[in-house]
């Protein structure tokens, strides 16, 4: 198969698996807030909710994970990564980046099957800051694969640092301006 095709292959499928967990921990909070309306809103929201992550998880994020998974180990055997040369670090750092993003989507998966059986693992603000992971990732990400050498993963490093912390101020500010209400 062409490298350029299956490079265009693997960038789809990952933007499909970011977005699948970018909503996924949204429909989490709407899930989590859910709970606290009254009855049958309730009811009617929390089958919906769940429905939704299932179509989500099963029909996108699965899919889109291991379609990555495959096309990005293809593309690094077609490269042919010297094991000496600073590429083959730099392919490193972006493994280990990409194992954090599996784990993150497993657990993902396992506050899903608990919301389904009922049991809620954190409270909305907790699941708003679990919202949060998939765009710092995304970021580390990014910065990595633009610079492709070390000397860029410190701006890499900074721009991430600087994103976090606007990232809790943001969830902190909306939190104090959802207590006035």
């Known amino acids: ?52 992550q299932r ?38 750092l972006k493994i280990a980046l990409v194992a954090v993003l599996v784990v993150y989507h497993i657990a993902c998966h396992q506050i899903m099957i608990k919301l389904s059986r009922n049991v809620v693992p954190w409270g909305s603000q907790g699941m708003r800051i679990w919202n949060e992971v998939p765009t710092l990732l995304l970021f580390a990400v990014v910065f990595l694969v633009v610079y492709q050498q070390t000397s860029g993963l410190w701006y890499g490093v900074g721009g991430l640092l600087g994103l976090l912390l606007i990232i809790l101020a943001g969830i902190r500010g909306y939190r104090l301006i959802r207590k006035d209400t």
């Open 55 to 92: 179509r989500l998880w099963f029909g996108i994020s699965w899919p889109s994970m291991v379609l990555t998974l495959v096309l990005g180990s293809w593309l690094a055997v077609l490269r042919d990564y010297d094991p000496l040369s600073p590429s083959f670090y730099w392919l490193n």
């Open 1 to 52: 198969m062409d490298y350029f095709l299956l490079k265009s292959l693997h960038i789809i499928f990952v933007v499909t698996w970011f977005a699948a967990l970018f909503y996924m921990p949204r429909l989490f909070v709407y899930d989590v807030e859910a709970r606290n309306k009254p009855e049958p809103e309730k009811d009617i929201l929390l089958r919906q909710l769940q429905i939704m």
